[in-house]
C-alpha cells in the first residue's frame, strides 16, 4: 500500500516530516523516503525498510536535515519503488511520491512514446517500468503542475494519491481520481503549519488539529500562505473499505469516520446476525482485536486474549525462503495463553481471509491447546477478487485467494465466480463450508456487504470490489472500456456497446 505524510511550516520541518512519516509504518514494509527542499536545493534519504523500522534508518538524514532548517518537506513508506523521485523539467525542480496503483503503465509508455515525449530509464526493479517515472513525464507533458496533476488523474488506470514538492516553495497535494486512499488536512494555529496526510492519528501528538479530507479528485498547493484548491473534488468516490477494515491505523478517520469504531460496529453485525454459545471472545491481533471487542459488547460474552502479540524481535516484513522457519516466526508472533483455551468454546475474529495459510495454522494451535470449539466470524465478506486499486497484500495472482481455489474446484475453470456472492445462495454456502472444513473450524461466517456499508456509514462511497467486482470507475465514465481486467471477471457494470 503506502502513506505520506507533508508538510509545509515558517519553522523547520522535519522531525514533522520524520515523525509524520512513521505513522505510516504499517501502511508499506520495502521502501522509506525523505525529501526536503531548503537552500534552493533538495535533499533527498530513501532507504530499504525489508529488515528494519523507519525511525532507525531516517535519524541520521533527519538529523542532517535539520542543519539546514527547510520548510518544506515530505515523506514516504511503499511497498513499491525508490521514493520520492527528482525531476528537473520545463516547470522546475520538484519531488513526486505516490500512493497507489497504476495497472496501464504499458499503455501510458506507448502513448508517450508515440507522442515523443517519453523515454525510459528502466528505473524499476529488473527493468520493469517505473511507475513514478511514467507519472513525471505525464505530468511534464502540461503547462503547469495543476495541469500535469489532473491529467495524471485523467489517464491513470487504478489509483494514485499524489505529494509533489516543487522548487517554488509549492507542496502540491492531489487525493487519488476514485479517492481510494485517503489525503487529510492538517492545521497548526500556533504556527500556521500545515500537513498533509494519509493517516489522520499523525496529527495530534504533532500538534496539528484536523482541518479537512480532500474531496476525490481534489487538488491543492500548499504554501507558506496557506490552502489553496486547484482543482474542485467530486462526490464520486471510492474509498477503500479495507482501510476501515483491516489496514488503517484505529486511531485514525477517513472522512470524518473513525476506524475503531467501525470495527466494533462490524463486530456488532456479526454477533447480531449469528449468535453463538461461547465462553470468550477473541481477536486475531491486530485488527481482529477491535472486531472480536464490537462483537463482546454486543453479544455480551466475556472479551479475553488467547493470544497474545509478541512483536520486538521479527520486522513486520520479513520473510525467510524456507516454509519451517515462516512457521516459526508466525508462531513466535502470536502466543497462546493456555488456561484461557483450554476446555473453552471460543469465538475468534479476524478482519479477512485471504490464502488462509495462518489462519488454519491459528486454529489447529488453538485445538492443540485444548478448545473445546473454535467458531471464526470474518469482518468482511469472501475476497472473490483481487484488488486492481492497491496493492494491499501479497497476491499476485486471483488464484492466491483461497475462495477462487475452491470456487474453481466446485465449478471447473469456467465457474460462474458471480454466483459465489449471494451470501443466501447455495453456491457460497458451499464454498463457505468448504473453507471452514479446510481450515478446521466448528463454524465459520463471513460479514455482508450491507452489514459492513452499514457499519463504515458514508452510504455508496466505499469500494467493495474486492467482494463483489463492482467498480465504481466504470460507473459515470463512459461506460466499460473493456481493457481492464474485470472484465475478464465478469463484470458487474454493463459494457459499452
Ligand atoms: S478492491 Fe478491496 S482492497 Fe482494493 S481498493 Fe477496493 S476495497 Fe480496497
Redesign the pocket.
Given at each position: 500500500m503506502g502513506g505520506f505524510f507533508g508538510v509545509v511550516s515558517q519553522q523547520t520541518c522535519v522531525s514533522d516530516v520524520f515523525f509524520g512519516t512513521d505513522y505510516h509504518s504499517h501502511m508499506g514494509t520495502v521502501r522509506g523516503g525523505i525529501a526536503v527542499f531548503a537552500g534552493n536545493a533538495f535533499h533527498r534519504s530513501s532507504h530499504n525498510l525489508a529488515n528494519a523500522q523507519f525511525r532507525a534508518r531516517f535519524e541520521r538524514a533527519a538529523t542532517r536535515f535539520a542543519g539546514l532548517n527547510p520548510h518544506y518537506g515530505l515523506g514516504v513508506i511503499s511497498d513499491q519503488d525508490d521514493q520520492p523521485i527528482f525531476v528537473q523539467s520545463h516547470l522546475g525542480r520538484y519531488a513526486l511520491a505516490l500512493v497507489g496503483l497504476v495497472t496501464n503503465l504499458q499503455e501510458l509508455a506507448e502513448q508517450l512514446l508515440r507522442d515523443n515525449r517519453g523515454h525510459f530509464c528502466a528505473l524499476g526493479k529488473d527493468g520493469e517500468l517505473n511507475a513514478l517515472e511514467i507519472l513525471t513525464m505525464l505530468i511534464n507533458t502540461q503547462d503547469t503542475f495543476e495541469d500535469g496533476l489532473r491529467y495524471v488523474q485523467e489517464h491513470v488506470e487504478g489509483s494514485a494519491s499524489l505529494l509533489l514538492l516543487s522548487d517554488k516553495g509549492v507542496l502540491y497535494a492531489a487525493r487519488d481520481r476514485f479517492g481510494?486512499t485517503p489525503v487529510i488536512l492538517g492545521r497548526r494555529e500556533s504556527d500556521g503549519a500545515v500537513a498533509v496526510t494519509m493517516e489522520s492519528c499523525a496529527l495530534s501528538n504533532l500538534g496539528y488539529a484536523y482541518d479537512r479530507d480532500l474531496k476525490a479528485g481534489e487538488v491543492v498547493a500548499i504554501t507558506l500562505d496557506g490552502v489553496r484548491t486547484l482543482v474542485e473534488g467530486h462526490e464520486e468516490q471510492?474509498i477503500?473499505?479495507?482501510l476501515y477494515v483491516y489496514y488503517g491505523y484505529p486511531a485514525s478517520t477517513y472522512e470524518n469516520v473513525g476506524v475503531e469504531r467501525v470495527r466494533y460496529r462490524c463486530g456488532a453485525y456479526l454477533a447480531r446476525r449469528n449468535p453463538v454459545d461461547a465462553d470468550i471472545v477473541a481477536g486475531i491481533p491486530d485488527s481482529g482485536v477491535a472486531h472480536a471487542l464490537g462483537y463482546a459488547f454486543e453479544s455480551g460474552i466475556r472479551y479475553a486474549r488467547p493470544f497474545v502479540k509478541y512483536t520486538p524481535t521479527w520486522p513486520r516484513s520479513f520473510m525467510p525462503p524456507d516454509q519451517s522457519l515462516r512457521q516459526k516466526i508466525a508462531n513466535m508472533k502470536l502466543l497462546p495463553v493456555p488456561e484461557l483455551i483450554r476446555d473453552k468454546r471460543l469465538v475468534f475474529c479476524d478482519d479477512s481471509i485471504v490464502r488462509g495459510t495462518q489462519l488454519r495454522n491459528q486454529v489447529k494451535r488453538l485445538f492443540d491447546a485444548g478448545a473445546k470449539d473454535i467458531h471464526v466470524r470474518i469482518a468482511c465478506p469472501p475476497l472473490i477478487?483481487k484488488?486492481?486499486?492497491?496493492t494491499?497484500s501479497r497476491t499476485e495472482s486471483v488464484m492466491d485467494l483461497m475462495t477462487r481455489r475452491i470456487i474453481q474446484e466446485i465449478g471447473g475453470s469456467d465457474a460462474d465466480v458471480e454466483s459465489f456472492r449471494d451470501p443466501d445462495g447455495a453456491p457460497y454456502k458451499a464454498m463457505v463450508e468448504e473453507m471452514r472444513r479446510r481450515l478446521g473450524m466448528t463454524s465459520l461466517v463471513f460479514a455482508r456487504v450491507p452489514d459492513v456499508e452499514k457499519a463504515i456509514g458514508i452510504g455508496p462511497r466505499i469500494?467493495?470490489?474486492?467482494w463483489t467486482g463492482e467498480d465504481i470507475s466504470l460507473r459515470g465514465n463512459g461506460g466499460c472500456k473493456g481493457h481492464c481486467a474485470c472484465c475478464a471477471e465478469r463484470c458487474a457494470m454493463t459494457p459499452k456497446a
Amino acid at each position: 500500500m503506502g502513506g505520506f505524510f507533508g508538510v509545509v511550516s515558517q519553522q523547520t520541518c522535519v522531525s514533522d516530516v520524520f515523525f509524520g512519516t512513521d505513522y505510516h509504518s504499517h501502511m508499506g514494509t520495502v521502501r522509506g523516503g525523505i525529501a526536503v527542499f531548503a537552500g534552493n536545493a533538495f535533499h533527498r534519504s530513501s532507504h530499504n525498510l525489508a529488515n528494519a523500522q523507519f525511525r532507525a534508518r531516517f535519524e541520521r538524514a533527519a538529523t542532517r536535515f535539520a542543519g539546514l532548517n527547510p520548510h518544506y518537506g515530505l515523506g514516504v513508506i511503499s511497498d513499491q519503488d525508490d521514493q520520492p523521485i527528482f525531476v528537473q523539467s520545463h516547470l522546475g525542480r520538484y519531488a513526486l511520491a505516490l500512493v497507489g496503483l497504476v495497472t496501464n503503465l504499458q499503455e501510458l509508455a506507448e502513448q508517450l512514446l508515440r507522442d515523443n515525449r517519453g523515454h525510459f530509464c528502466a528505473l524499476g526493479k529488473d527493468g520493469e517500468l517505473n511507475a513514478l517515472e511514467i507519472l513525471t513525464m505525464l505530468i511534464n507533458t502540461q503547462d503547469t503542475f495543476e495541469d500535469g496533476l489532473r491529467y495524471v488523474q485523467e489517464h491513470v488506470e487504478g489509483s494514485a494519491s499524489l505529494l509533489l514538492l516543487s522548487d517554488k516553495g509549492v507542496l502540491y497535494a492531489a487525493r487519488d481520481r476514485f479517492g481510494r486512499t485517503p489525503v487529510i488536512l492538517g492545521r497548526r494555529e500556533s504556527d500556521g503549519a500545515v500537513a498533509v496526510t494519509m493517516e489522520s492519528c499523525a496529527l495530534s501528538n504533532l500538534g496539528y488539529a484536523y482541518d479537512r479530507d480532500l474531496k476525490a479528485g481534489e487538488v491543492v498547493a500548499i504554501t507558506l500562505d496557506g490552502v489553496r484548491t486547484l482543482v474542485e473534488g467530486h462526490e464520486e468516490q471510492a474509498i477503500c473499505s479495507f482501510l476501515y477494515v483491516y489496514y488503517g491505523y484505529p486511531a485514525s478517520t477517513y472522512e470524518n469516520v473513525g476506524v475503531e469504531r467501525v470495527r466494533y460496529r462490524c463486530g456488532a453485525y456479526l454477533a447480531r446476525r449469528n449468535p453463538v454459545d461461547a465462553d470468550i471472545v477473541a481477536g486475531i491481533p491486530d485488527s481482529g482485536v477491535a472486531h472480536a471487542l464490537g462483537y463482546a459488547f454486543e453479544s455480551g460474552i466475556r472479551y479475553a486474549r488467547p493470544f497474545v502479540k509478541y512483536t520486538p524481535t521479527w520486522p513486520r516484513s520479513f520473510m525467510p525462503p524456507d516454509q519451517s522457519l515462516r512457521q516459526k516466526i508466525a508462531n513466535m508472533k502470536l502466543l497462546p495463553v493456555p488456561e484461557l483455551i483450554r476446555d473453552k468454546r471460543l469465538v475468534f475474529c479476524d478482519d479477512s481471509i485471504v490464502r488462509g495459510t495462518q489462519l488454519r495454522n491459528q486454529v489447529k494451535r488453538l485445538f492443540d491447546a485444548g478448545a473445546k470449539d473454535i467458531h471464526v466470524r470474518i469482518a468482511c465478506p469472501p475476497l472473490i477478487y483481487k484488488c486492481k486499486f492497491l496493492t494491499f497484500s501479497r497476491t499476485e495472482s486471483v488464484m492466491d485467494l483461497m475462495t477462487r481455489r475452491i470456487i474453481q474446484e466446485i465449478g471447473g475453470s469456467d465457474a460462474d465466480v458471480e454466483s459465489f456472492r449471494d451470501p443466501d445462495g447455495a453456491p457460497y454456502k458451499a464454498m463457505v463450508e468448504e473453507m471452514r472444513r479446510r481450515l478446521g473450524m466448528t463454524s465459520l461466517v463471513f460479514a455482508r456487504v450491507p452489514d459492513v456499508e452499514k457499519a463504515i456509514g458514508i452510504g455508496p462511497r466505499i469500494c467493495t470490489y474486492c467482494w463483489t467486482g463492482e467498480d465504481i470507475s466504470l460507473r459515470g465514465n463512459g461506460g466499460c472500456k473493456g481493457h481492464c481486467a474485470c472484465c475478464a471477471e465478469r463484470c458487474a457494470m454493463t459494457p459499452k456497446a
